[in-house]
């Protein structure tokens, strides 16, 4: 299935990771503890800037900041779109 959003200028769409629902020792988190997902899948990039090439791709693996992007849901799917600066680096 195509995704039919494509992001406009220095923007991506980041498809997040699901957050852990369990620690190292094997407790369960609760849905109210549970921290947001810093990592996440790049599902589609604009074009860029005159002056600015994009330099993630499709199907990289990013860390960005904890608050940034926007959220989106599109088909049942959460998403974030993000300018490309918000991603602090490739996996």
Known sequence: MALK???????????????????????YIPDSAKEKPQQ??????GKGKKDHEMT?????????????GSELKYDGKDYLI??????LAII
Request: charged share 30%.
């Open 56 to 68: 993630v791709k499709v199907g990289d693996v990013v860390l960005y900041g904890k608050y940034s």
């Open 5 to 27: 959003i494509q992001p406009l200028s220095d923007r991506v769409l980041v498809e997040p990771q699901e957050a852990e629902t369990k620690t190292a020792s094997g407790i």
């Open 82 to 87: 993000m300018r490309e600066d918000d991603i």
């Open 40 to 45: 996440g899948k790049v599902v589609a990039v």
